[in-house]
């Protein structure tokens, strides 16, 4: 299966310069966060693929003009051909905003999720937008991580957790593909393609 990433900042290759080949072979779309409604509407127009996202922290405007034809995850996990994906977006509280949280209210998120994650059995995908918790996040506050993705990844062992809010040119804290225990962790700045096995019917 091919998941095609976002994050953060619009591809001019699938913007400005689109040509429909490039979605091409593609089965999924997840954003993690922080692009314009516009683009990832436009996306859906020219792909059969879900498009999925999450909220970023500049992601407001959602409550505004959301994704047209796409399908948020947030506080569920959606199921895409045996595959489960589970989402929680937003970033730690810095200053007011919608996607916004202190540790506690994160937890709070996550512990409303258990019935669902019991009955799913857990989850194949973690999609947020901020990072795990000292593991690859940053020293600043607006971009530290939740405590509360460190221990599902610890619990339920996905084979992918995608986050975005650390850009590449943060330096030495952005890498693209790294490991958390058994978990493969990508971080979508922009855009990333994932080839995943599908799952055991």
């Known amino acids: 299966m091919k998941i095609l990433t976002l994050a953060d900042q619009e591809s001019r290759s699938l913007w400005d310069y689109f040509e429909k080949a490039k979605l091409e072979g593609v089965d999924l779309i997840i954003s993690c966060g922080d692009l314009a409604p516009q683009y990832l509407s436009f996306l ?6 879900p498009v999925l996202y999450v909220h970023g922290n500049h992601d407001d405007c959602y ?25 929680l977006g937003g970033s730690l509280r810095y ?29 194949d995908i973690l999609v947020t937008h901020a990072p795990a918790y000292r593991f690859n996040d940053g020293e600043d506050i607006p971009h530290t991580g939740f405590q509360a993705f460190n221990r599902l990844l610890e619990k339920y062992k996905p084979a992918y957790f995608i986050h975005g809010h650390v850009h590449a040119n943060y330096g030495g804290k952005f890498k693209r593909s790294s490991v958390y225990g058994d978990t493969v962790v990508i971080n979508a700045y922009e855009k990333y393609t994932i080839e995943m096995e599908k799952a055991e019917p």
């Not at 007011?96 to 209210?105: E, I, K, V």
Request: proline share 3%; aromatic share 12%; with cysteine.
């Open 44 to 49: 859906a127009t020219f792909t059969h693929a």
């Open 63 to 87: 409550e505004q003009t959301s994704p047209e034809g796409c399908i948020c995850i947030e506080d569920t996990i959606y199921n895409y051909k045996g595959i489960r994906i589970l989402g």
């Open 95 to 123: 200053r007011d905003g919608l996607n916004q949280y202190t540790q506690n209210a994160m937890n709070r998120r996550v512990f409303r999720l258990w019935p669902k994650l019991a009955l799913n059995r857990g989850f």
